[in-house]
């Protein structure tokens, strides 16, 4: 039995008795002495590595990918009895840590003080005495009303730690509940709630029906101080809107890891958005337990157990 490992991380999975573990290039087609592999792991791959492993290994029982979203995957062609597994949940740590450190960036004014650095300015604007709650802005997440759009195991990972630090958290799902103790709305309320909200973090994938879901109908009903991050999908996001909404003051400061299209062209006008911080989708990047998500897989597939996170198909 044969599992495909990619060149584009270490990786070092425990496998059953009797696997051999390959590494391969993962920006080129696969070679004809793999074909025969039963398991293959995608993480960064090339359209032509996907198209390769679809139309040659006969023998393949499962697709492993390191990533949350298998759009590309499941796009590739692979045979219908062929698992594909997501890897949702790879990302949680590090997307919850990039959402966070995009957010206090802006509420505690960083970019602003980085500017005054390289003036040499000891700004008296952002230091010394400074109100808690400030008239027009958000300085904190102490009190602060946070709403989560979709609500999935990034944002149950991020959720407590705003929590920890004071904010109000709660989320919004396809349907109404509880989850992990929050409080979740469903999406067809989320118009109705929006205006009390100070921050809005946007991790929704990129589906047809999430496509501009923050448009300007979303962000005009956000109060003028609101602060939105988005490290979901750029799709999800109407750039446009949000750059006039920015230009207008009419939302208080956005940060966003990712964009429609990536990269973001360099004459795009929303580079220079007011009160703006973007990062190049460097939230993620990095599965956190990748080796243990593909042993587990694995062994599930020899035992014919559930295959964890498997896309329906």
Request: glycine share 10%.
């Amino acid at each position: 039995m044969k599992i495909l490992l990619p060149d584009t991380m270490p990786l070092d999975p425990a496998l059953p008795q009797g696997w051999e573990a390959v590494t391969v290039d993962a920006r080129a087609e696969i070679p004809a002495e793999h074909h025969d592999a039963d398991v293959l792991v995608i993480w960064g791959a090339s359209r032509r590595h996907l198209a390769s492993a679809a139309e040659h290994l006969d023998r393949l029982r499962l697709v492993q990918s390191l990533s949350a979203g298998i759009d590309g995957i499941l796009a590739a062609g692979f045979r219908t009895d062929v698992t594909i597994a997501a890897g949702a949940g790879l990302h949680s740590l590090t997307v919850s840590e990039h959402a966070l450190a995009l957010l206090l960036s802006l509420l505690r004014r960083l970019p602003e003080a980085r500017e005054a650095q390289a003036r040499h300015e000891w700004s008296t604007e952002l230091g010394g005495l400074q109100p808690l709650h400030p008239a027009g802005r958000i300085t904190t997440l102490i009190g602060a009303k946070v709403l989560i759009w979709g609500f999935g195991q990034i944002a149950r990972t991020l959720a407590p730690t705003l929590t920890a630090l004071g904010a109000e958290v709660r989320g919004v799902a396809r349907s109404a509940g509880t989850r992990d103790g929050y409080p979740v709305i469903a999406e067809s309320d989320v118009l109705d709630e929006l205006g009390e909200v100070d921050v809005l973090i946007d991790i929704l994938p990129a589906t047809e029906a999430t496509a501009g879901a923050v448009g300007r109908e979303v962000l005009a009903a956000l109060p003028d101080h609101a602060v939105l991050i988005n490290v979901g999908r750029g799709a999800t996001v109407d750039q446009v809107a949000l750059r006039e909404a920015l230009e207008a003051g009419t939302l208080g400061s956005a940060g966003i890891d990712v964009t429609d299209p990536e990269p973001l062209p360099a004459e795009d006008p929303l580079w220079d958005a007011p009160r703006f911080l973007i990062t190049p989708h460097g939230a993620g990047g990095r599965p956190v337990g990748a080796d243990e998500r593909i042993s587990a897989n694995v062994r599930a597939l020899v035992d014919g157990a559930e295959i964890l996170h498997a896309a329906a198909r």
